[in-house]
């Protein structure tokens, strides 16, 4: 019987010796559980931690990086961006600056409708310049400027030629514009204070940006030393080169302090010649060192002063390229001369490739492909337009011009753009 109930007591114990252990390993198991989640808990918190810091060190070094980029680098990230986005006929497009009648055939244009949109499509160009008879009034011109710009992907070069003064000036002499007016530049170089060139630039620039221009084929850098020139007359500042360089430097200060791009002109010097090259050859007889002791120093000026553009003229230079080729095609002018010895990195412009100096010697298609050879970057208002695109892209397509060298004037045109807020 003591046996019997020891036994009982043994099991008894035995039993709870097991919901003991029991319980005890239940309990383990359990910590062992939320330990387990604790850990884990704070392994993807510390992942978190650790992305975030990794995350916020990454944007800070970006924005260091960013902030130690010049605006220049920037800029040029952006255009290499957008060049690398274009199609060729893009680019090619890009060098072309053209009235609004070349682009759409119409008479004259006073408007910017489906026709414009349709043939900006077709003819992506970089630009198109207003004369006269596409000014009427204002709001007319404010509003075929803004109706263009929203047709064109790549935003437009708006051109004029507003020099001031009576001869060259398509909106003061316009009796609808209430601007304010300036005698010639003649008259401006003969007080001998540049303040005055400044103002008339800026003043000029200013209403300009107000109707939607964005470049101006102004001031006039020529030096006015034969008297029997005709084209040139009392738009110069004057013959002093000094003088002369002083002037037109502050007047392209005073556009580009408005925002408007200056092009100064006719490079290298159209104030000695007696011809007239819209109707043909127009001959300029110093040499070199002649040109560098006189017409140059104005051009000088003007490129030390920052001016976007030179516009270059259709003018034989024989005593330097011992040709009648026109300063236009000639390398030897644009890219020796020109770009190398004055130091000009800025946009190489045309004078209207419809003038008589070139359409009387070449086809449009022809001058155009030279015009880029020789180191143009924007060809202005071929004779013959579709003829002049379509000669480049053949060019283009036979390996006479590089696709490399479309590029190098495209980034010089986008570059200009995007620093006068022409593509935002």
Known sequence: MKEKNHLKQVKKMSGKRKKAIMFLILALFLLLF?????????????KEISNSLVEEIQKETSEIEHSELSEAEKTEKKVLKLLNEMTLEE????????????????GVAIQAGDTTKQMLEQYP???????????????????????????????????IDEEGG???????????????????????????DPNQAFYIGSTIGSYLHSYGFNIDFAPDADLLTNPNNSVIGERSFGSDPTLVGTMTAQAVKGFQHENV??????????GDTKEDSHTGAAIVTKTLDELRMTEFIPFQSGIEAGVDGVMVGHLQVPQVT??????????????????????FQGLVITDSLSMGAIT????????????????TDILLIPEDFPLAYQGVLNAVSS????????????????TVKYNRGIIE
């Open 261 to 270: 791009s200056a092009v100064i002109k006719h490079f290298p010097g159209h």
């Open 34 to 46: 939320l330990a387990l989640i604790i850990f884990f808990y704070q392994e993807q918190k510390q």
């Open 360 to 375: 009387q010697y070449y086809s449009s298609d022809e001058a155009a492909v030279l015009a880029l050879q020789a180191g």
């Open 322 to 343: 011992r040709t009648d080729t026109p300063a236009t095609l000639s390398p030897i002018i644009i890219t020796d001369i020109l770009r190398n010895e004055l130091g």
């Open 166 to 192: 009576t001869l060259v000036a398509r909106i003061a002499n316009n009796p609808n514009f209430n601007v304010e007016k300036f005698p010639n530049m003649k008259e401006i170089g003969a007080t001998g």
């Open 91 to 106: 680019k090619i497009g890009q060098l072309f600056f053209i009235t609004p009648e070349k682009l759409t055939g119409i």
């Open 125 to 159: 160009v970089g630009g198109l310049i207003y004369f006269s008879q596409n000014i009427e009034t204002p709001d007319q011109i404010t509003s075929m400027i803004e109706n263009s710009q929203s047709y064109s992907r790549i935003p437009l070069f708006i051109g």
């Open 399 to 414: 390996g006479t011009l590089s696709e490399e060298r479309i590029d190098e004037s495209v980034k010089r045109i986008l």
